[in-house]
T-cell receptor, first 113, second 113 residues
């Protein structure tokens, strides 16, 4: 079984530029999560999707962050414009209806200069 | 909201010794407690989890204990090996399946050969 796939693995951009991250969850997993992980910290939830519906986006900074999961499978997280403080690892995870376990992707390491 | 405290932030042990990491949570409704291991630059990987209807769970050298009354749970690693060196995160999930994970800040475990 393939795991959660994310791309790109690394991204370096200048501040004020846009950036997008892509996630493909484990096949059959209806729930998809985007997390932010700052250096030396645990992951923090940004948004949770159940199928194509965003059921919890309370922690997503909506002035600059957006996300979509149009067909209930792949998802894209976008930042526009990026700020220096957005430098972090963006993790995607997925889970199935049958269990609580969340499986993480390798993350995208973003550096904003 | 849910809050998870994790201690210690760093832990250094000699190979073969035991390591214990402790976490407390604030919401008595939490019912699922996973532990993740994250090696440098890699994805968090689930190593063991426990549900609120169980007090202890063991998997080879790893065990987790849960005290619902005191709202704390612990990870125990016996006979530590250098490859156990990593950052370990505890987490708590509110509600049934597919809830939101709240992570502790992590414990950096170093096992010295």
């Amino acid at each position: 079984e393939a795991g959660v796939v994310q791309s790109p693995r690394y991204k370096i951009i200048e501040k004020k530029q846009p950036v997008a991250f892509w996630c493909n969850p484990i096949s059959g997993h209806n729930t998809l999560y985007w997390y932010l992980q700052n250096l030396g910290q645990g992951p923090e939830l940004l948004i949770r999707y159940e199928n194509e519906e965003a059921v919890d986006d309370s922690q997503l900074p909506k002035d600059r962050f957006s996300a979509e999961r149009l067909k209930g499978v792949d998802s894209t997280l976008k930042i526009q414009p990026a700020e220096l403080g957005d430098s972090a690892v963006y993790l995607c995870a997925s889970s199935s209806r049958q269990e609580e376990t969340q499986y993480f992707g390798p993350g995208t390491r973003l550096l904003v200069l | 909201g849910e809050n998870v405290e994790q201690h210690p932030s760093t832990l250094s042990v000699q190979e073969g010794d035991s390591a214990v990491i402790k976490c407390t949570y604030s919401d008595s409704a939490s019912n699922y407690f996973p532990w993740y291991k994250q090696e440098l630059g890699k994805r968090p990987q689930l190593i063991i989890d426990i549900r609120s209807n169980v007090g202890e769970k063991k998997d080879q050298r790893i065990a987790v204990t849960l005290n619902k009354t005191a709202k704390h749970f612990s990870l125990h690693i016996t006979e530590t090996q250098p490859e156990d060196s990593a950052v370990y995160f505890c987490a708590a999930i509110l509600g049934g399946s597919q809830g939101n994970l709240i992570f502790g800040k992590g414990t950096k475990l170093s096992v010295k050969p």
